[in-house]
């Protein structure tokens, strides 16, 4: 029953971690081709008070997965929509990419 247990444990530590991973890769790739133009290194070559540093973001309120999920759909200002030209769970892996860099401070990884 032990052996099972631990079995089963290593069988979920397999399946999920390289999916985890992928889905970090995935949202990187996406910002390099598709926000990275304007977004270089988390700045903002447009408008630059609304980067995409932990602190612009929290002063925005752009600081949660649906500010930013919503943004990247619907565009805003200068920025375009996204909705035509990737899915939705594209967008969540580069939202969630985006907040994952602010917390590093967009420092290379
Ligand atoms: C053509 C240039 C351009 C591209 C490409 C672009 N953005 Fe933006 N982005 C902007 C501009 C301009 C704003 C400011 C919008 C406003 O509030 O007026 C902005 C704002 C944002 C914000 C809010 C930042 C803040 O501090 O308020 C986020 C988050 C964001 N963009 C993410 C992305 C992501 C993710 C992508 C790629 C899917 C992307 N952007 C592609 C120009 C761009």
């Given at each position: 029953m032990k052996r099972l247990i631990i079995l089963l444990l290593l069988l979920i530590v397999i399946t999920v971690q390289p999916a985890y991973a992928s889905d970090i890769g995935a949202g990187s790739k996406i910002f390099e081709a598709?926000?990275?133009?304007?977004?270089?290194?988390?700045?903002?070559?447009?408008?630059?008070?609304?980067?995409?540093?932990k602190k612009a973001l929290k002063r925005n309120q752009m600081d949660s997965i649906e500010a930013i999920t919503g943004i990247v759909t619907n565009g805003k200002n200068n920025m375009p929509a996204y909705k035509d030209r990737l899915a939705a769970p594209e967008i969540d892996a580069v939202a969630t990419y985006v907040l994952q860099q602010a917390e590093n401070n967009w420092r290379p990884q």
């Open positions: 598709n926000c990275a133009g304007c977004h270089i290194n988390g700045g903002n070559i447009v408008r630059r008070g609304k980067n995409l540093f």
